[in-house]
């Protein structure tokens, strides 16, 4: 059994799929990700592997219709991205620049592919690091969910880049860029990319990654901002590491079109939640911000601005 639900209250969508309970939680002898382990075979340096225990299946049996509630088939794809054969890498950061773009590019392909196939409405990419965050294989890897349904907060956000585009005929993430970028939130800016600290962080150390072109999605993307890509990456998760004196756990997560439709009004960006307080105590999302959706936040984006410059300063260094 395996279905999508929605949730006619809020419009969110739920993937059902009881067999995932099936999978290992942070296992020490085994790891499925090794060179040689019976998916992974030798001579790689990055694997795009079929999740053996997926939320969604090209298999996926159709939805039981209910008759009140919208239900979807689970249909689609989820991958992992083994990003380096070196299970006891710590993180993204820690890979050579040219490793992580090698990352960017399969995923890249792999959005294409995907948005040949008819079932699939949206391509999902991100990356959840830190055992306190719940991550049951510490190898670094990175996940593809694609998808026969929008994810609501994506949905919210097309609405409101929509609504903007209509209204006021410009970009409205161009717009929040035009403001983030010289302000005191601002961590980096390329010639392609930057990166700041968003107004209105949800997170203790949340940072957002943009293009300064205006695209959509990530297919989009040539291969030199595919490379500076990397670069910025590789700064913003170093800074993130040292920011509070331990390895901070975050989530990644794309944020870019959904593959149909005409969707110019949207700007795609990579959204980066560091988890921990300055005080290197973790922030959950409790019942304010999981069941309102209110976030707290007891530090100020400028401050953490700050915090993050001087960590991008002390990566440089050691870097140079
Ligand atoms: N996994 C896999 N092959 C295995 C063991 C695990 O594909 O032999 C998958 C597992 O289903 C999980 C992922 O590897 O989705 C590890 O991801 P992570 O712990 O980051 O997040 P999760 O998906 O568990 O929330
Ligand atoms: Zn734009
Ligand atoms: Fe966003």
């Known amino acids: 059994m395996s279905e999508i639900r929605r949730d006619p209250t809020t419009g969110d969508w739920i993937v059902v799929a009881p067999r995932r309970l099936e999978r290992p939680w942070q296992p020490e002898s085994f790891c499925p990700f090794d ?16 999740n053996r225990y997926p939320v969604v299946s090209a298999d996926a049996p159709p939805p039981r219709p209910d008759g009140f509630y919208e239900t979807a088939r689970a249909y689609g794809r989820a991958l992992v991205v083994v990003e380096t054969p070196s299970h006891d890498l710590d993180d993204l950061s820690d890979l050579p620049v040219e490793q992580i773009e090698k990352v960017l590019r399969m995923v890249r392909d792999e959005a294409a592919r995907a948005a040949s196939d008819p079932g699939v409405l949206y391509l999902l990419y991100f990356r959840n690091k830190g055992r306190e965050i719940g991550v049951s294989l510490t190898h670094p890897h990175s996940q593809i969910y694609e998808l026969p349904v929008v994810p609501e907060r994506i949905a919210r956000e097309l609405e409101r880049a929509e609504e903007y585009w209509r209204t006021r005929g410009r970009c409205l993430h161009c717009d929040v860029v035009a403001r983030e970028s010289p302000s005191g939130r601002a961590l980096l800016r390329g010639t392609r990319w930057t990166a700041f600290v968003p107004y209105y962080a949800r997170w203790p150390h949340e940072v957002h990654v943009y293009p300064l072109r205006h695209v959509q999605l990530l297919t989009q993307l040539d291969d030199e901002e595919l490379a500076e890509l990397a670069r910025v990456l590789k700064a913003v998760l170093c800074a993130l590491k040292r ?12 944020h870019q079109a959904p593959l149909r439709g005409d969707h110019r009004y949207y700007h795609l960006h990579f959204e ?49």
């Open 35 to 50: 060179p040689g382990a019976p998916e992974t075979g030798h001579g790689w340096d990055v694997l795009i592997l079929p």
């Open 243 to 254: 920011a509070v004196g331990r390895p901070m756990p975050y989530m990644m997560v794309l």
């Open 272 to 320: 980066i939640y560091g988890m921990y307080r300055p005080d290197g105590r973790l922030k959950y999302a409790a019942s304010a911000e999981t069941g309102a959706g209110i976030y707290t936040l007891d530090t100020t984006p400028e401050d953490t601005a700050e915090r993050l410059r001087k960590a991008l300063a002390s990566c440089r260094r050691d870097a140079s």
